[in-house]
Antibody
Framework: QVQLQESGPGLVKPSQTLSLTCTVSGGSISSGNYYWTWIRQPAGKGLEWIGRIYTSGSTAYNPSLKSRVTISVDTSKNQFSLNLYSVTAADTAVYYC??????????????WGQGTLVTVSS | QSVLTQPPSVSGAPGQRVTISCTGSSSNIGAGYDVHWYQQLPGTAPKVLIYGNSNRPSGVPDRFSGSKSGTSASLAITGLQAEDEADYYCQSYDSSLSGSYVFGTGTKVTVL
């Protein structure tokens, strides 16, 4: 089973860009078995889907975040990345990367990375 | 932003049966999209418990079962154990507003 690990700064200043990378191990990100996604969870709150990418580079984003998000994939490094622009304190959350099993009837998320806390503060 | 509604909390004694509801609408569960369930133990990442409405991944005890009807779905835990104390989330796809994968509001299960 694939394993995922998030990495990136734990502190980002307001109005700047939040950048995270997810490294996939135990399988190739190009295998086509999964899409690759980002999900976040503010402290004490629920889960919010941010977006997903396929190995081809095809993306889909949460409409509420679409104007500020870019997800990219680097197959040579078996990694995919998240950029969230113009952040505010409301973007403070634990950010998870996860594999996504796509189905026409709606797919599900798993396995998940352990998550990384990103705080937006000056 | 959650379009799937769950009770904030449910509780039960060890060995009892508890159920968690997930209420959606005609643009998600009612439109025929599958419901999936996740368990989040304290301080850890969620893990899928039920996928495709009623399927258990390997390793998930058969004490956990899922069902779906109309615009809602349910997760049942039978023979409740102390280790089941966690947050549980349902998830589906919503076809409104350009489409998005959506999670429920979450339910805290407490073992008395």
């Amino acid at each position: 089973q694939v394993q995922l690990q998030e990495s990136g700064p734990g502190l980002v200043k307001p109005s700047q860009t939040l950048s995270l990378t997810c490294t996939v191990s135990g399988g190739s990100i190009s295998s086509g078995n999964y899409y690759w996604t980002w999900i976040r969870q503010p402290a004490g709150k629920g889960l919010e889907w941010i977006g997903r990418i396929y190995t081809s580079g095809s993306t889909a984003y949460n409409p509420s975040l679409k104007s500020r998000v870019t997800i990219s994939v680097d197959t040579s490094k078996n990694q995919f990345s998240l950029n969230l622009y113009s952040v505010t304190a409301a973007d403070t959350a634990v950010y998870y990367c996860a594999a996504f099993s796509y189905a026409s009837s709606g797919g599900w998320f798993g396995p998940w990375g352990q998550g990384t806390l990103v705080t937006v503060s000056s | 932003q959650s379009v799937l509604t769950q009770p904030p909390s449910v509780s039960g004694a060890p060995g009892q049966r508890v159920t968690i509801s997930c209420t959606g609408s005609s643009s998600n569960i009612g439109a025929g999209y599958d419901v999936h369930w996740y368990q989040q133990l304290p301080g850890t990442a969620p893990k899928v418990l039920i996928y495709g409405n009623s399927n258990r991944p390997s390793g998930v005890p058969d004490r956990f079962s899922g069902s779906k009807s109309g615009t809602s779905a349910s997760l049942a835990i039978t023979g409740l154990q102390a280790e089941d104390e966690a947050d549980y989330y349902c998830q589906s796809y919503d076809s409104s507003l350009s489409g998005s994968y959506v999670f429920g509001t979450g339910t805290k299960v407490t073992v008395l």
